[in-house]
């Protein structure tokens, strides 16, 4: 039983892991474009 219960463990921390890698680059991305819009519209109002 506590085997199974070592397994079950692994396995919830890898998808748990898996989950926060794949939120993690949606948020990078996020905070990419919002940096590149940034940036545009900086350059906007210089000219």
């Known amino acids: 039983m506590s085997m199974i219960k070592s397994v079950a463990k692994f396995i919830v921390l890898m998808v748990v892991g898996i989950v926060?890698?794949?939120?993690?680059?949606?948020?990078?991305?996020?905070?990419?474009h919002l940096w590149d819009r940034q940036k545009k519209s900086d350059g906007d109002k210089k000219h």
Do not use: D, P
Not at 24 to 32: A, Q, V
């Open 20 to 32: 926060t890698i794949i939120v993690g680059s949606f948020m990078l991305r996020g905070i990419m």
